[in-house]
């Protein structure tokens, strides 16, 4: 079974299907979803292309407060019956209510963006989940919960009947000498096929026994595309103004030097951004603003698409190359500058966005294999 709450999930999961040769017939899909009008949209567009699969599919709405805690522990017998568990997203506490009642023998991760490298980083040193643009919850609601947070993590670190492992198109799991890991290889710790040591985030060691297996959008790939490539530059946006970890001035002043430096024609709006940003956004860069219908990853790969594709910290700078390999698209990825982020923001938060571009392939040439750094957009 899976347990998917976004559309990247429930593409990932097509994807998880598809590598590993699984019959789709086989793995039931349980959709609970959002409550923003984007993000159900997109997500009932997946839906109907997982149906076209061959996955059994059911929508199972989750209202908030008491009704929908009722609601969501209606689900726990389906979910304890399931040997082998699908889910995207460790930090949601609806997942993790889940999680905390079952036991299965096997859990994947799949992809949720960026967040799979906070989540293998926090999995590592065995601490409570918390999102990387957010402080520990306190309180009492947060004590109440945190007997069920931690059950949840027990159920997601490898263990005697119980094999875990992160579906990812993220850079983890890559080989590292072991001095990388400043220190020497903990006996029993995973190796590659030349004794060097498969490490996550930061080169931190993963936890011994957890399976990293690579997302290379095979079935994005197959199932559409080649796309048609114009001139110019498409610039994916971000919700990280809607978070609060950007200021607004900052970021709209930022799109509208990028779109004059690097001739940007489309922006290709987040589900979560606000519509007033986005009028903003058209009236002061002069940018067709683009309200994808499913998962950027999907839409560039049917096209059409500009040569050139600028992102912000997202997962897309990691999933758009393999998705645009061999069309002549080059991807870059955009820092984002310190004096953007909110007062208040963590240093965490800083070093976060910034160990997504740094670990992005550096933009190439149509048959040039990426680099290993990031690029810098010059905003």
Same mark, same amino acid.
């Given at each position: ?10 593409? /990932?999961t ?21 409550? /923003? ?11 109907e292309?997982a ?39 460790p ?15 096997r ?13 293998l ?28 947070? #931690? ?10 009947? @119980? ?8 850079? &983890? ?41 690579? /997302? ?30 950007? @200021? ?15 001739? &940007? ?30 998962p950027?990853?999907? &839409?560039? @790969? ?17 999933t ?5 390999? #061999? ?34 392939? @550096? ?17």
């Amino acid at each position: 079974m899976a347990v998917v709450e976004s559309p990247v999930q429930l593409l /990932n999961t097509l994807e998880w299907t598809r590598a590993r040769g699984a019959d789709a017939a086989d793995t039931e899909v349980l959709v609970l979803p959002p409550r /923003n009008a984007g993000g159900r949209g997109q997500l009932r567009r997946m839906a109907e292309l997982a149906r076209d699969a061959g996955h059994p599919l059911h929508w199972h709405e989750v209202r908030p407060g008491a009704s929908g805690l009722r609601g969501l522990t209606a689900l726990v017998p389906r979910v304890r019956r399931t040997s082998r568990l699908l889910i995207g997203d460790p930090f949601s506490r609806r997942m993790q209510l889940l999680l905390s009642t079952a036991a299965p023998e096997r859990v994947t991760v799949v992809d949720d963006g960026t967040a799979t490298l906070e989540f293998l980083a926090q999995l590592t040193r065995g601490e409570r989940l918390v999102r990387w643009h957010r402080r520990p919850p306190r309180g009492m609601r947060a004590a109440l919960f945190g007997p069920i947070a #931690g059950r949840a993590v027990a159920r997601l670190a490898p263990g005697p009947g @119980r094999r875990v492992e992160v579906f990812t198109a993220m850079p &983890v799991g890559a080989p590292a000498p072991p001095e990388a890991l400043g220190g020497p290889v903990a006996d029993g710790e995973p190796t590659g096929p030349t004794g060097e040591v498969p490490v996550g985030p930061a080169g931190v060691g993963l936890p011994v026994g957890l399976e990293i297996v690579r /997302n290379r959008l095979e079935w994005t790939r197959s199932a559409f595309g080649p796309p048609t490539v114009q001139e110019g530059a498409d610039l994916v946006g971000t919700s990280l103004v809607e978070t609060g970890v950007v @200021r607004e001035d900052r970021y709209l002043a930022g799109v509208a030097e990028l779109a004059a430096r690097h001739d &940007v024609r489309r922006y290709f709006a987040h589900r979560r951004e606000s519509p007033d940003k986005l009028r903003r956004i058209a009236a002061d860069s002069g940018l067709e603003i683009m309200r994808p219908d499913l998962p950027l990853e999907l &839409v560039a @790969r049917r096209g059409p698409i500009a040569r050139r594709v600028l992102s912000f910290p997202s997962t897309v700078v990691h999933t758009l190359p393999p998705v645009l390999a #061999g069309t002549g698209a080059v991807v870059t990825a955009c820092p984002i500058p310190a004096d953007w982020l909110s007062e208040g923001v963590t240093e965490r938060a800083g070093r976060f966005l910034a160990s997504v571009v740094d670990s992005a392939p @550096r933009e190439s040439a149509p048959g040039e294999r990426p680099g290993p750094e990031g690029s810098d957009c010059g905003a």
